[in-house]
């Protein structure tokens, strides 16, 4: 009876994962939310806002303080040029908004690059829309794509690409010259381009994050979805932001009316006054997690394991077969978390072919002792997996 697209799929990764470490006590070093609860003057903005603000509907599209605000934040930060008014519909979330994306824009027959390792979300969703995945396969430790691979993806066929940089689960940001070779290939088969920058705030090293909206050719021809839950470590939150040209956003608002309408007003107002006053958040944030993935680094590599690069993100990959592992890595992390109380994410669960089976993410984004615990019990787990 039901949709078989969705009637059929296992359960995430995440929510077995998570699942696990809430019933056996384990540390979780899987789902990607932070330790600490976020900046305070804007948890307070929404409590405010609950007590003395407006609870009931807020503007479909979202309110316009909001909008403005987004607006303003991707100029200073960015340098878009958004229209407030006409480019930018508020979210329940990221996800909400690429679903939006999917079901606003994709017609059947339609064929969609994507790249792997993906977000769980994106097969299903464009399936569901009668969209037709072309999956380039993205690899350790660099996670790149050259022009062989983009021809080897794109056809005639082809009419959207679907692109998440900074990139989960690989931490990598993509540098220029692979988003310039992405938007040439879009310009020249008429392609548009959703792009998943939820971690765009989350870089370290002096890296920057380029959004392919601003490369030649692009402005009118991509989406850009962005998150304040992960932007303000707030995940619960789930306030998305969708930015496009008015014709795309025309679609996308129409299609977002008809999916959650809105999102609570306390959250938006209490986003907006943060976009337009954490300044400082925006340069301590990434500089917090940056040394909270120098410390888990540091240990990992003490007890022997070999990690990749990590530029972004709150995640940082063990290289499992580098690390003297000969598990795959859904067979070693389902041994971690049960028999060494630690929860991870085997990698392979984000690939639909092709898997790659030897890299395990872990969430960077916890306090000095659950990150220094988690390294003691992965140990545990890699003497155990040894043994056996």
């Excluded at 603000?53 to 303003?72: I, S, T």
């Excluded at 962005?226 to 025309?250: I, Q, Y």
């Excluded at 006054?273 to 954490?278: A, D, F, H, M, P």
């Amino acid at each position: 009876m039901a949709n078989p697209i969705f009637a059929n799929l296992p359960t995430t990764i995440f929510e077995e994962m998570s699942g696990l470490a809430r019933e056996l006590g384990a540390i979780n070093l899987g789902q990607g939310f932070p330790d600490d609860p976020g900046p305070q003057a804007i948890r307070e903005r929404a409590a405010d806002a609950v007590l003395n603000g407006y609870n009931q509907y807020p503007p479909m599209a979202g309110l316009p303080e909001l909008r403005a605000a987004v607006a303003a934040h991707y100029a200073r930060t960015q340098g878009l040029d958004f229209d407030w008014a006409s480019e930018i519909t508020i979210t329940s979330g990221a996800t909400e908004a690429l679903a939006a994306a999917f079901l606003g824009l994709i017609q059947p027959g339609d064929e969609v690059v994507v790249f792997q390792p993906l977000y769980d979300a994106y097969l299903p969703l464009i399936r569901r829309a009668g969209g037709v995945p072309r999956l380039v396969k993205l690899s350790p430790p660099h996670w790149r794509f050259d022009r062989a691979m983009l021809e080897a993806a794109f056809s005639p066929k082809t009419r959207f690409v679907v692109l998440n940089n900074p990139i989960n689960p690989a931490g990598a940001v993509l540098p220029r010259e692979d988003l310039a070779l992405l938007a040439d290939f879009c310009v020249a088969h008429d392609v548009i381009a959703i792009c998943d920058e939820v971690w765009e705030q989350v870089v370290f090293d002096g890296a920057r994050h380029l959004p392919l909206i601003a490369f030649p050719g692009m402005r009118e021809r991509t989406v850009k979805i962005g998150s304040a839950g992960k932007m303000f470590g707030l995940t619960g939150w789930k306030v998305g932001f969708l930015c496009a040209a008015p014709e795309l956003t025309r679609a996308l608002s129409r299609t977002h009316q008809f999916l959650t309408f809105t999102t609570a007003p306390n959250l938006q107002a209490a986003v907006a006054w943060g976009l337009e006053n954490s300044g400082d958040w925006f340069a301590t944030m990434p500089r917090d997690l940056q040394r909270s993935r120098d410390r888990l680094a540091a240990g990992l590599a003490s007890e022997g394991f070999v990690t990749l690069p990590a530029q972004g993100t709150y995640f940082l990959n063990i290289d499992l077969a580098a690390s003297g592992i000969a598990e795959p890595d859904r067979t070693f992390a389902l041994r971690a978390v049960k028999d060494a109380g630690v929860a991870s994410i085997p990698v392979s669960a984000l690939y639909e072919e092709d898997h790659v089976t030897t890299i395990l993410r872990l969430c960077l984004a916890k306090n000095d002792q659950t990150l220094d615990e988690g390294v003691r019990r992965l140990a545990k787990a890699r003497d155990l997996s040894r043994q056996a």
